[in-house]
């Protein structure tokens, strides 16, 4: 209710879709909704170019994104630059990845730990912590949400399959022993839309699974509570054999 | 967007109100902007009575609820059991405290480790895993959101002075050295609503700090990079020589 009502009482509205997509609708339905004309804005005109706190310093203003607004540095920095010119800011929350990937897998919010992305993969840029922190994570039975990269400019979107593979490489170069054959796997895409798509499985079937377009995210679960498992094999397909596991003592192997 | 449209062609919507709290907004306001008139349910209609999945046999049904539907384990239930009658189900995510109240801090949502819930004090029950999960995440530099206890029924809210002091109690009960008189806690009421109220500060100031009516919620830092400090200052009044902290070291003492 609230970001309607606010949204139709601005002068102007700017909108991104580069820190993330938008599902089921386009922009023109956007303005339909609203019943406003959206500006949409490139990343330079975001983080370079002085557009959005210019038009604010006369005029009413919002600027939109596709989840959560507050995810991206870049958009807090606006925020903070708008407030040093003494222009006043409001935050209306959007749904976030972070809640929506847990909700629709059934598995509890409160039991993620850190956050992982993972980059598309460079010449000389096989970064370690995305493992070592899904590590960090699973060892002390936490759940991890890893983000896949985006470079929207370009129309490259990771998909699970590649991340898959991507953590697969990463065991083989650091041989800590996260992940197994055994090891259970959620990849999820669209969240949060209405083509949402679902798929927990081990890591073999995870990195051949089409899951259609993007954006496409993964989860590592940690210790499962037996609802949780219930709620996996129910939602996302999971082999029944994790209602079997008990404490997961056989999956940290 | 799909909220709306979907609750407008329910034939029922059922509402719960004690998992979280309605700011802004009565339901009759809701019932208002849906078209639509709300049944509001108790906490025992919807976890030992069958009213919902009942109705939802014959019916299309909206279950709805104040924050994240799904962050409750017997909501996720209630659409387990229904799924189990081959009854048809959809989850269309809310705005959760999970990411809001990083939001609000400007604080990055994927630094987060585990959330904590410190219970009400009762005779015999002072858990110590509050206080070693916020542990284990400032000990890995992550942020910890804290929730509050909420007992609906009885119109309890655990304030954020009250929690500040339960996490003061456990550091003289338990003497593992999270909390010292230099460490940064940020407490927060209302998130999300147009009476949000932010606050960063010592524990003897959080602890006497008063915010008006619940929801509260507590954030423990972990190590703050230089823009999340910035934030905290501009958005939540933190003391401005956080700016100064630089690794954080001083503060993990």
Redesign the interface.
């Known amino acids: 209710?609230?970001a309607l009502t606010t949204l139709r009482n601005c002068d102007e509205i700017f909108a991104e879709f580069y820190t993330s997509k938008l599902n089921?609708?386009q922009p023109k339905?956007?303005e339909a909704?609203i019943g406003k004309k959206l500006t949409i804005l490139k990343r330079a005109d975001v983080e370079e170019k002085n557009i959005i706190v210019s038009a604010a310093r006369t005029k009413k203003v919002a600027f939109i994104a596709a989840g959560?607004?507050?995810?991206a540095?870049t958009h807090?920095?606006l925020?903070?630059r708008a407030?040093k010119e003494n222009i006043h800011t409001d935050?209306?929350?959007?749904?976030?990845i972070?809640?929506?990937c847990?909700?629709?897998l059934?598995l509890?919010?409160?039991?993620?730990?850190?956050?992982?992305?993972i980059p598309f993969p460079e010449p000389n840029f096989l970064p370690s912590s995305p493992y070592d922190n899904i590590l960090?994570n699973y060892s002390?039975g936490?759940h991890t949400l890893i983000?896949l990269d985006i470079k929207q400019e370009e129309d490259r979107y990771m998909t699970a399959p590649m991340a898959m593979r991507w953590l697969m490489d990463a065991e083989e170069r650091l041989g800590k022993g996260l992940i197994n054959e055994h090891s259970l796997f959620c990849a999820a895409a669209r969240v949060?839309s209405?083509r949402q798509a679902l798929f927990a499985g081990y890591p073999d079937e995870v990195a051949q699974v089409d899951l259609g377009p993007p954006l496409h995210c993964l989860v590592m679960p940690g210790r499962l509570h037996f609802?949780e498992a219930?709620?996996l094999v129910?939602l996302a397909n999971a082999p029944a054999d994790i209602l079997d596991e008990g404490s997961g003592s056989e999956a940290k192997k």
Chains 1, 2 share one sequence.
Do not use: C, H, W
């Not at 959560?68 to 995810?71: A, G, I, K, L, R």
């Not at 509890?108 to 992305?117: A, D, E, L």
């Open positions: 209710m609230r089921d609708a339905d956007l909704f959560d607004p507050m995810s540095t807090l920095d925020r903070l407030m935050v209306i929350n959007g749904v976030s972070f809640t929506a847990a909700a629709a059934g509890q919010p409160y039991k993620f730990g850190r956050t992982v992305t960090e002390r936490l983000l949060g209405e609802m219930q709620a129910a």
